[in-house]
């Protein structure tokens, strides 16, 4: 017996109800999948390429440099980019407890000049500080401190976007200007080998004498 008409509409809508559940199961196991993986690994890391983070801490190292316009020609101290260890995230990092993870490195480099004296120390800072207000960093940290034996100059910025940070630090035992330039935890291709790391070094520009 052919089937009428409201028959057939009711077929039909039944399997259109069918499909519709059916895409909606497969959305929720899906969303489910990844709501589960993303508690379990936490938040991914975002990708990089070390060459270009190391090149960025050496230009930012260069701009700092050049920022603090020193009355005269210092011999500034060569630096080198250095890793630091990365941690699993997530409810993985129980299985992993202060196990750090080969594929994801933080970056950093500091850099050194000696013999600055106190009131050339903070005319310098001066001149960073404002630099990086300029340039849309974020002070998170004040380091200026007075002791009975012991002057320390000091601060700590951040980028609002990416992470990275730059401390200065000088104090009057020393009468040393300390930078860290540093760039937080990313993930890096296999293969990666930071002690044979050509971009690794950095060496200032030559400066000319100030006055």
Same mark, same amino acid.
């Given at each position: 017996?052919?089937?009428?008409?409201?028959?057939?509409?009711?077929?039909?809508?039944?399997?259109?109800?069918?499909?519709?559940?059916?895409?909606?199961?497969?959305?929720?196991?899906?969303?489910?999948?990844?709501?589960?993986?993303?508690?379990?690994?936490?938040?991914?890391?975002?990708?990089?390429?070390?060459?270009?983070?190391?090149?960025?801490?050496?230009?930012?190292?260069?701009?700092?440099?050049?920022?603090?316009?020193?009355?005269?020609?210092?011999?500034?101290?060569?630096?080198?980019?250095?890793?630091?260890?990365?941690?699993?995230?997530?409810?993985?990092?129980?299985?992993?407890?202060?196990?750090?993870?080969?594929?994801?490195?933080?970056?950093?480099?500091?850099?050194?000049?000696?013999?600055?004296?106190?009131?050339?120390?903070?005319?310098?800072?001066?001149?960073?500080?404002?630099?990086?207000?300029?340039?849309?960093?974020?002070?998170?940290?004040? /380091?200026?401190?007075?002791?009975?034996?012991?002057?320390?100059? /000091?601060?700590?910025?951040?980028?609002?976007?990416?992470?990275?940070?730059?401390?200065?630090?000088?104090?009057?035992?020393?009468?040393?200007?300390?930078?860290?330039?540093?760039?937080?935890?990313?993930?890096?291709?296999?293969?990666?080998?930071?002690?044979?790391?050509?971009?690794?070094?950095?060496?200032?520009?030559?400066?000319?004498?100030?006055?």
């Amino acid at each position: 017996m052919p089937k009428t008409p409201l028959c057939r509409a009711r077929t039909s809508r039944r399997s259109v109800r069918y499909a519709v559940t059916g895409l909606v199961l497969v959305a929720l196991s899906v969303a489910a999948a990844t709501a589960a993986n993303r508690v379990w690994n936490g938040a991914p890391y975002p990708l990089a390429d070390p060459d270009a983070v190391a090149q960025r801490l050496k230009d930012q190292s260069d701009e700092l440099y050049d920022g603090f316009a020193l009355p005269e020609k210092h011999a500034v101290d060569s630096g080198r980019v250095d890793t630091g260890a990365c941690y699993y995230r997530g409810l993985r990092s129980i299985a992993h407890i202060d196990e750090a993870r080969s594929d994801v490195r933080s970056f950093g480099l500091d850099w050194s000049v000696p013999d600055i004296p106190e009131a050339t120390a903070r005319d310098a800072q001066r001149r960073v500080r404002q630099q990086l207000v300029k340039q849309g960093w974020k002070l998170t940290h004040e /380091g200026d401190r007075a002791g009975a034996t012991l002057r320390e100059l /000091g601060f700590r910025f951040e980028t609002p976007e990416g992470g990275d940070q730059v401390d200065v630090q000088w104090n009057d035992s020393t009468t040393t200007l300390f930078i860290s330039v540093y760039a937080p935890c990313v993930q890096v291709a296999d293969g990666f080998a930071e002690y044979d790391w050509s971009e690794a070094a950095w060496h200032p520009k030559e400066q000319t004498s100030r006055l």
